[in-house]
């Protein structure tokens, strides 16, 4: 089955910085999935990226694919405290299942 | 946009009863629809996968007589926590897709609190 590691497992960081996340697979992704959480909340989404070398911003998120397909990294800049929440990244598994990395809890300190 | 509505938000149920948690796509048809488990702080664990029509498919480790899933309808997926216990107790959280190409659209989940 495919693994993801999702890194860091929390961080904080001072408003109006910069800050990324990473998420790595054991495997070639066939799509990777981005989403914020409040927790007890639903997901929302941020980001899908399928091809290799991928790139894809809206606001002040970027997230990459890399052109192996097994590296994806989310990038957040000026950080806001409404950028707080869990981010998780989602292994689309071949179109049949999402999975999802441990998730990375981020904190902004105004 | 895709719409996928989630019911109870939140219930209480009292230990060896029975749950049922319901998961609608609002403005699509899902053929495909997954059921997820949240504990705190912790990451989103697929328990299972179900087609509109046909038995569930359970992940590793999931008791499929505790977790019944019914996908009766291309726009209704229901989970029931049968004898629920205290360590039933978590955020439920469903999704939905539409066909194979498309995106997962999630529910806005339920809290599951077993006393």
């Known amino acids: 089955s495919q693994e993801l590691e999702q890194s860091p497992q929390s961080l904080i960081v001072q408003e109006g910085k910069n800050l990324t996340i990473n998420c790595t697979s054991s495997?070639?992704?066939?799509?990777l999935y981005w989403y914020k959480q409040k927790y007890g909340e639903g997901l929302i989404f941020l980001m899908m990226?399928?091809?290799?070398?991928e790139e894809k911003s809206h606001e002040k998120i970027t997230a990459k694919l890399d052109e192996k397909k097994q590296q994806s990294s989310l990038h957040i800049t000026a950080s806001q405290p409404s950028h707080a929440g869990i981010y998780l990244c989602?292994?689309?598994?071949?179109?049949?299942?999402?999975?999802f990395g441990a998730g990375t809890i981020l904190r902004v300190k105004s | 946009g895709a719409v996928v509505s989630q019911h109870p938000s939140w219930v209480i149920c009292k230990s060896g009863t029975s749950v049922k948690i319901e998961c609608r796509s609002l403005?699509?048809?899902?053929?495909?629809m997954f059921w997820y488990r949240q504990f705190p702080k912790q990451s989103l664990m697929l328990m299972a996968t179900?087609?509109?029509?046909?038995?569930?498919?359970?992940e590793q480790g999931v008791e499929k007589d505790k977790f019944l899933i019914n996908h009766a309808s291309l726009t209704l997926s229901t989970l029931t926590v049968t004898s629920a216990h205290p360590e039933d107790s978590s955020f439920y959280i469903c999704?939905?897709?539409?066909?194979?190409?498309?995106?997962?659209?999630f529910g806005s989940g339920t809290r599951l609190t077993v006393v």
């Open positions: 999704s939905a897709r539409r066909d194979r190409g498309s995106g997962y659209t």
């Open positions: 495997k070639t992704l066939y799509g």
């Open positions: 990226l399928q091809k290799g070398g």
């Open positions: 989602g292994a689309d598994q071949y179109g049949n299942k999402l999975v």
């Open positions: 403005d699509f048809q899902a053929t495909t």
């Open positions: 179900s087609n509109e029509g046909s038995k569930a498919t359970y």
